[in-house]
């Protein structure tokens, strides 16, 4: 049957540790991709994009990989602090459509 | 900064009413896009309009939803005769123009359904 919800991963990290979030996506041809922050009861929020062309692109205090050879996507946040506690998605950019596809998420949770 | 608003917060119905959800997108942006998510899972997309048509919709988007832009500013989402299962969060979002541009989104509307 098809199950009412997703349990999604936790990442438990101390208070200035470093964070890494990782996404495995599911399409070759996708040429962007983007990371989005999700707090809980609000949209999600914009954090770091890279394009196919590039491995890797630092933002502040974030640092998105990007792996095309395994279809792999990370987030690296530094210095992790409680207002980084969130669920964190991937998306991907497939098509010419300009529809953007969620990951499952990951939760993160800031331990201080 | 410019932001994508969305009304109402919450929205309750009974099971067969009509909901229309409304937005209004950054008022610049070309691409408009409704996306659902069902608590504790991952955010789903139904649908893109671009000049004032749809562009690309999920298997979600059946004959029960429409969107309009009633005029310059506004976008919605209409679900004609809802069901328990579209309970769920919807957001709205909106995109400056050609693809690899980063989707801004709403806070969302939380649709009950009765």
């Known amino acids: 049957g098809e199950s009412v919800g997703l349990h999604l991963p936790t990442l438990s990290v101390q208070e200035g540790d470093n964070s890494i979030i990782n996404c495995a996506y599911s399409n070759s041809a996708s040429d962007y991709f983007i990371w989005y922050k999700q707090e809980s009861g609000k949209g999600p929020q914009f954090i770091i994009d890279i394009r196919s062309n590039m491995d890797k692109r630092q933002g502040q205090r974030v640092t998105v990989l990007l792996n095309k050879t395994v279809k792999h996507l990370s987030l690296q946040i530094a210095a992790t602090q409680p207002g980084d506690s969130a669920v964190y998605f991937c998306?991907?950019?497939?098509?010419?459509?300009?529809?953007?596809?969620f990951g499952a998420g990951t939760i993160l949770r800031v331990k201080s | 900064e410019p932001e994508v608003t969305q009304t109402p917060s919450h929205q309750v119905t009974q099971m067969g009413q009509e909901v229309i959800l409304r937005c209004v997108p950054i008022s610049n942006h070309l691409y408009f896009y409704w996306y659902r998510q069902i608590l504790g899972q991952k955010v789903e997309f139904l649908v893109s309009f671009y000049n004032n048509e749809i562009s690309e919709k999920s298997e979600i988007f059946d004959d029960q939803f429409s969107v309009e832009r009633p005029d310059g500013s506004n976008f919605t989402l209409k679900i004609r005769s809802t069901k328990l299962e579209d309970s769920a969060m919807y957001f709205c979002a909106s995109r400056l123009r050609t693809e690899n541009e980063k989707l801004f989104f709403g806070s969302g509307t939380q649709l009950s359904v009765l």
């Open positions: 998306a991907e950019n497939i098509g010419y459509g300009n529809k953007l596809v």
